[in-house]
Nanobody
Framework: QGQFVESGGGLVQPGGSLRLSCATSRSLLNTYAVGWYRQAPGKQRELVAS???????NYADSVKGRFTISRDNINSAVFLQMDSLKLEDTAVYYC??????????WGQGTQVTVSS
């Protein structure tokens, strides 16, 4: 049973913003790097952003400058602030370990739809 619970998705117009949240356990967050992944219809799941147990972050080229990943160690959560959203950002977003996710930890994800 996984320990990542995603929320915050929704429908937004191009250029808009959304903030995704991922709840997990404090022990996991303090020990492992966690990432946000997304899977669009007909495409493979891809890693879009990750954050280490410290503050080091990494981003896919497609989201650099538009998405920001952060963590709240007190509340055991990881966030993904998504700005300047594009149609191609439409996908189901998940969190999991990064860069090597564990299959048993995939949650339900949260749907992000960018549409005019």
């Amino acid at each position: 049973q996984g320990q990542f619970v995603e929320s915050g998705g929704g429908l937004v117009q191009p250029g808009g913003s959304l903030r995704l949240s991922c709840a997990t356990s404090r022990s996991l967050l303090n020990t492992y790097a966690v990432g946000w992944y997304r899977q669009a219809p007909g495409k493979q799941r891809e890693l879009v952003a990750s954050i280490g147990s410290g503050t080091r972050t990494n981003y896919a080229d497609s989201v650099k400058g538009r998405f920001t990943i952060s963590r709240d160690n007190i509340n055991s959560a990881v966030f993904l602030q998504m700005d300047s959203l594009k149609l191609e950002d439409t996908a189901v977003y998940y969190c999991n370990f990064a860069p090597s996710p564990l299959s048993s930890f995939w949650g339900q994800g949260t749907q992000v739809t960018v549409s005019s």
